[in-house]
């Protein structure tokens, strides 16, 4: 048996990488991160004539620069990990721009085997390309595949484990870059050869290159080897960019380019390419554009597009979420059946199968939001929304692509954040990407919606359409100028230069779609085992401990006993068993009297609870928002999840249970308190939009940013501004209506 | 034929590529897409909003907000 080798895939974005992937690897791959960063790594295996390939799909690139995280990773593994072969896949349609990152790679001189991808979509496009006279002279080894079908797959490995199995050195391509640039080239690369400067990572050459480009990971890294001599370098390099300034009023790294793209130029004239359509250019994807992308209709579609995606996901989660929570019931029953009553009950049933069962809930909501993101994503429409709507986000200092994770979290009521933290994976900028997560759970999420609907159906039945309106208005208001607030500040930066490539319209693979999804899922349950586990047992032991006294349950007791021994024993039997249809007008009366004197009895173990007095213990800030210590609890629940909030309010207003579906009863009963107020309800819904994200939530960003620094950021400074905003409501209220 | 700002050109309008004044990052994005001297591209459109501009390149469609497009200088060609 022969040692596995080590194979890295590379290329542009959307030239097909992740589909040859998949298509080589199947089923066999694994999903983590490159190490301290939170980019995906996928890592997979193929058996060849008992040769086992280790493939590792990098991040999409356009060049090996270092100015994103992607790149830097792409570059650093490369160089550190020495794969065997790198598998450098180009979009066959698109060839000239692809191979730009090819002579990047050649010029680094890594093992390359180039698969000439979407041979297909050529053909289609009337491009003929001559793959063995293009190995020719590149020398190096040429595939043509069509990958969404796994053609040319067979031969792609073959060559592959070919390549891998000789033994060779890195060989990397001189090209020349003009008459200014070259001798300059050659004195820094004599120099750093000489002095041995990173030679043990880049060829003496690259290294010069690099630094002609101005790349500051390789300028830094060669400073910590010899500072005095890469001081003298970059004197050489600060001459010759004075010269081409004032000679050709340009930039060395202009230059280089230009030389790169000539090269490119020449080989493909050498007998490569033929087109034979030159004309008719406007395609398929053209004249959707027309259409989609249109100053007039492009909005209007994409309102449609983003409804029906919508209504796909809740359309179709509706039965498997109904089946799962019913499915956690009969586990919470069976439990309760199985263990005996008291703690070990109330945490396995209220703690560990609530909490949990309620982010195994989420699952089907984000199965099929992901299918419809990767769906548009993977036609090429994604890019085609950030092109429309960039210009808004902006302003706000947020990017075109902030557009789908803010949908997604509820931009339209009704989404969830933890998908739309997920999605925000599309924006390559951190600052933009961080200021996109960390406002996206201002957004008006599914949970959230019970909240609205009751205290909306309690306090402004008049006009509910007209407020959920102004709901969403807000919550977009908060996130949009919050996002400003933290670009201007702790996330201040430059935005990231746009340069978006609009695919052409594809068709995703069936197989592709599913793939994606079900890495999102898994990487949600793993999360979802642990560390929600341990906050759902701590809010658990929050809302019960310390428990009522025995002296304070006896009155309960008494009362109880009272009703019951008043009875006929005939009738105490028919109290305790389940209610029927056909019960007396009496029998139910009695039932109720009792329902009121255990709700009673929740209430005061509630307020008693650790949960209570600190619902208590800040009452006299929260009195600020008008809250009291009833309305504290109860949000202190909602971040478990925020439809919580409803059934702890029905506990602390000793409503007994009370099921977020079926908010009626509590609504009524809120609408005749006295303590309650349509601006208190008000002030309540901006508390509600704004306050720490649920735990879910929390624990997503945690693992979206890769530290747990911005999932505290997150619950205290979204606590803070919520208590603002909704104490400014409350107040101002209280002040105009005084003043009327 | 005249030069002018990338910014300034209309829809179906065409040119090549004169100068690409960016350096540093965005200078390095502009090239990477393949917008070089020498380069033939025609406006396609733009978004609802005036801003990003699609252009048509050879073998593909790229966007770039109007402040990028600054840097870029087009000699119009006539159909």
């Given at each position: 048996?022969?040692?596995?080798?080590?194979?890295?895939?590379a290329g542009?974005?959307?030239?097909?990488?992740?589909t040859?992937?998949?298509?080589?690897?199947?089923?066999?791959?694994?999903?983590?991160?490159?190490?301290?960063?939170?980019?995906?790594?996928?890592?997979?295996y193929?058996?060849?004539?008992?040769?086992?390939?280790?493939?590792?799909?990098l991040?999409?690139?356009?060049?090996?620069?270092?100015?994103?995280?992607?790149?830097?990773?792409?570059?650093?593994?490369?160089?550190?990990?020495?794969?065997?072969?790198?598998?450098?896949?180009v979009d066959?349609?698109n060839?000239?721009?692809?191979?730009?990152?090819?002579?990047?790679?050649?010029?680094?001189?890594?093992?390359?085997?180039?698969?000439l991808n979407?041979?297909?979509?050529?053909k289609?496009?009337?491009?003929d390309?001559?793959?063995e006279?293009?190995?020719?002279?590149?020398?190096?080894?040429?595939?043509?595949?069509?990958?969404?079908?796994?053609?040319?797959?067979d031969?792609l490995?073959?060559?592959?484990?070919?390549?891998?199995?000789?033994e060779?050195s890195?060989?990397?391509?001189?090209?020349s870059y003009?008459?200014?640039?070259?001798?300059?080239?050659?004195?820094?690369?004599?120099?750093?050869?000489?002095?041995?400067?990173?030679?043990?990572?880049?060829?003496?050459r690259?290294?010069?290159?690099?630094?002609v480009?101005?790349?500051?990971?390789?300028?830094?890294?060669a400073?910590?080897?010899d500072?005095?001599?890469?001081n003298?370098?970059?004197?050489h390099?600060?001459?010759?960019?004075?010269?081409?300034?004032?000679?050709?009023?340009?930039?060395?790294?202009?230059?280089?380019?230009?030389?790169?793209y000539?090269?490119?130029r020449?080989l493909?004239?050498?007998?490569?390419?033929?087109?034979?359509?030159?004309?008719?250019?406007?395609?398929?994807?053209?004249?959707?554009?027309?259409?989609?992308?249109?100053?007039?209709?492009g909005?209007?579609?994409?309102l449609?597009?983003?409804?029906?995606?919508?209504?796909?996901?809740f359309?179709?989660s509706?039965?498997?979420?109904g089946?799962?929570?019913?499915?956690?019931e009969?586990?919470?029953?069976?439990?309760?059946?199985m263990?005996?009553d008291g703690?070990?009950?109330?945490?396995?049933?209220?703690?560990?199968?609530?909490?949990?069962g309620?982010?195994?809930?989420?699952?089907?909501?984000?199965?099929?939001?992901?299918?419809?993101?990767?769906?548009?994503?993977?036609?090429?429409?994604?890019?085609?929304a950030?092109?429309?709507?960039?210009?808004?986000?902006?302003?706000?200092?947020?990017?075109?692509?902030?557009f789908m994770?803010?949908?997604?979290?509820?931009?339209?009521?009704?989404?969830?954040?933890?998908?739309?933290?997920?999605?925000?994976?599309?924006?390559?900028n951190?600052?933009?990407r961080?200021a996109?997560?960390?406002t996206?759970?201002?957004?008006?999420?599914?949970?959230?919606?019970p909240?609205?609907?009751l205290?909306?159906?309690?306090?402004?039945q008049?006009?509910?359409?007209?407020?959920?309106f102004?709901?969403?208005?807000?919550?977009?208001?908060?996130?949009l100028?919050?996002?400003?607030?933290?670009?201007?500040?702790?996330?201040r930066?430059?935005?990231?230069?746009?340069?978006?490539?609009?695919?052409?319209?594809?068709?995703?693979?069936?197989?592709?779609?599913?793939?994606?999804?079900?890495e999102?899922i898994?990487?949600?349950?793993?999360?979802a085992?642990?560390?929600?586990?341990?906050?759902?047992?701590?809010?658990?032991?929050?809302m019960?401990?310390?428990?009522?006294?025995?002296?304070?349950?006896?009155p309960?007791e008494?009362?109880?006993?009272?009703?019951?021994?008043?009875?006929?024993?005939?009738?105490?039997a028919?109290?305790?068993?389940?209610?029927?249809?056909?019960?007396?007008?009496?029998?139910r009366?009695?039932?109720?009297?009792?329902?009121?004197?255990?709700?009673?009895e929740?209430?005061l173990a509630?307020?008693?609870?650790?949960?209570?007095?600190?619902?208590?213990?800040?009452?006299?800030?929260?009195?600020?928002?008008?809250?009291?210590?009833?309305?504290?609890?109860?949000?202190?629940?909602?971040?478990?999840?925020?439809?919580?909030?409803?059934?702890?309010?029905?506990?602390?207003?000793s409503?007994?249970?009370?099921?977020?579906?079926?908010?009626?009863?509590?609504?009524?009963?809120?609408?005749?308190?006295?303590?309650?107020?349509?601006?208190l309800?008000?002030?309540?819904i901006?508390?509600?939009?704004?306050?720490?994200?649920c735990?879910?939530?929390?624990?997503?960003?945690?693992?979206?940013?890769?530290?747990?620094k911005?999932?505290?950021?997150?619950?205290?400074?979204?606590?803070?501004?919520?208590?603002?905003?909704?104490?400014?409501?409350?107040?101002?209220?209280?002040?105009f209506?005084?003043?009327? | 034929?005249?030069?002018?700002l990338?910014?300034?050109?209309?829809?179906?309008?065409?040119g090549?590529?004169?100068?690409?004044?960016?350096?540093?990052?965005?200078?390095?994005?502009?090239?990477?897409?393949?917008?070089?001297?020498?380069?033939?591209?025609e406006?396609?459109?733009?978004?609802?909003?005036?801003?990003?501009?699609?252009?048509?390149?050879?073998?593909?469609?790229?966007?770039?907000?109007?402040?990028?497009?600054?840097?870029?200088?087009?000699?119009?060609?006539?159909?």
């Amino acid at each position: 048996m022969r040692q596995e080798s080590l194979i890295a895939v590379a290329g542009n974005p959307n030239s097909g990488k992740t589909t040859l992937f998949n298509a080589i690897t199947g089923a066999r791959q694994h999903v983590g991160n490159y190490p301290g960063v939170t980019v995906e790594k996928k890592e997979g295996y193929h058996q060849h004539n008992g040769q086992s390939l280790h493939l590792v799909d990098l991040p999409g690139i356009y060049s090996l620069t270092a100015y994103s995280l992607d790149e830097r990773i792409a570059r650093d593994f490369l160089v550190s990990e020495r794969p065997r072969v790198v598998i450098n896949i180009v979009d066959a349609s698109n060839l000239e721009r692809n191979l730009y990152l090819t002579v990047q790679f050649l010029e680094l001189g890594v093992p390359l085997v180039l698969a000439l991808n979407m041979m297909d979509e050529a053909k289609a496009r009337g491009i003929d390309i001559d793959s063995e006279e293009l190995g020719n002279l590149l020398r190096i080894p040429v595939i043509q595949t069509v990958a969404r079908v796994g053609k040319g797959t067979d031969e792609l490995v073959r060559a592959v484990a070919k390549a891998s199995a000789e033994e060779h050195s890195w060989l990397p391509l001189r090209l020349s870059y003009g008459p200014d640039v070259d001798p300059v080239l050659d004195t820094l690369e004599k120099a750093i050869e000489d002095a041995g400067l990173l030679t043990d990572l880049y060829p003496p050459r690259w290294t010069a290159l690099k630094m002609v480009e101005g790349d500051e990971a390789i300028v830094e890294k060669a400073s910590q080897q010899d500072r005095g001599l890469v001081n003298r370098l970059l004197q050489h390099i600060e001459d010759l960019t004075a010269h081409v300034k004032s000679t050709l009023d340009a930039y060395p790294e202009a230059l280089i380019a230009d030389y790169r793209y000539g090269f490119i130029r020449a080989l493909l004239k050498e007998r490569v390419i033929r087109r034979s359509d030159t004309e008719g250019r406007l395609n398929l994807s053209n004249r959707l554009d027309q259409v989609l992308t249109n100053s007039f209709l492009g909005p209007l579609l994409m309102l449609t597009i983003i409804y029906g995606m919508y209504a796909f996901t809740f359309t179709l989660s509706e039965f498997p979420v109904g089946l799962f929570e019913s499915g956690i019931e009969k586990l919470g029953e069976a439990a309760k059946f199985m263990i005996p009553d008291g703690m070990l009950q109330s945490l396995i049933v209220s703690g560990v199968i609530d909490g949990v069962g309620g982010v195994i809930g989420f699952v089907p909501i984000i199965t099929f939001m992901f299918l419809a993101i990767t769906f548009l994503e993977d036609t090429g429409y994604l890019a085609r929304a950030a092109y429309m709507l960039d210009r808004v986000f902006r302003l706000f200092g947020l990017h075109g692509n902030s557009f789908m994770p803010f949908i997604v979290s509820g931009g339209i009521a009704g989404g969830c954040a933890v998908p739309g933290v997920m999605a925000a994976r599309t924006l390559s900028n951190s600052r933009e990407r961080l200021a996109t997560i960390l406002t996206v759970p201002f957004m008006n999420c599914g949970a959230k919606l019970p909240v609205f609907a009751l205290l909306v159906g309690a306090f402004f039945q008049q006009s509910q359409a007209w407020m959920m309106f102004l709901i969403t208005c807000i919550s977009w208001g908060g996130a949009l100028l919050v996002a400003r607030v933290l670009r201007g500040t702790i996330l201040r930066g430059p935005s990231t230069p746009f340069l978006l490539e609009l695919p052409p319209y594809r068709l995703p693979t069936f197989r592709g779609l599913l793939i994606h999804t079900w890495e999102r899922i898994w990487l949600y349950l793993k999360k979802a085992g642990t560390i929600i586990l341990l906050i759902s047992i701590l809010l658990w032991t929050m809302m019960t401990f310390p428990q009522l006294s025995d002296e304070a349950k006896e009155p309960f007791e008494t009362r109880r006993s009272t009703i019951l021994s008043g009875l006929p024993a005939d009738q105490r039997a028919l109290v305790e068993s389940e209610p029927a249809e056909d019960d007396s007008e009496a029998l139910r009366e009695i039932r109720d009297t009792l329902k009121e004197v255990d709700a009673e009895e929740a209430q005061l173990a509630l307020s008693s609870s650790l949960a209570g007095q600190i619902g208590k213990s800040i009452e006299p800030v929260s009195r600020l928002c008008g809250f009291d210590w009833r309305i504290n609890v109860a949000l202190l629940g909602g971040f478990a999840a925020k439809e919580v909030i409803v059934s702890t309010l029905g506990t602390a207003l000793s409503m007994g249970e009370t099921d977020p579906e079926e908010t009626s009863s509590l609504s009524d009963r809120l609408s005749s308190d006295p303590y309650w107020s349509p601006l208190l309800a008000f002030s309540l819904i901006v508390f509600s939009i704004f306050y720490a994200p649920c735990f879910v939530t929390v624990v997503c960003l945690v693992r979206e940013t890769g530290s747990w620094k911005w999932g505290i950021f997150s619950m205290i400074f979204n606590t803070i501004f919520s208590f603002v905003m909704a104490s400014l409501v409350y107040q101002a209220g209280q002040f105009f209506a005084v003043s009327i | 034929m005249s030069k002018l700002l990338l910014r300034h050109m209309n829809s179906g309008q065409k040119g090549v590529i004169c100068q690409v004044s960016a350096h540093g990052e965005l200078g390095r994005r502009i090239r990477d897409m393949g917008l070089v001297p020498g380069t033939l591209l025609e406006v396609q459109g733009r978004a609802p909003l005036r801003d990003p501009v699609a252009i048509q390149l050879k073998d593909f469609t790229l966007t770039l907000r109007n402040n990028e497009a600054d840097y870029i200088t087009v000699e119009e060609v006539g159909d």
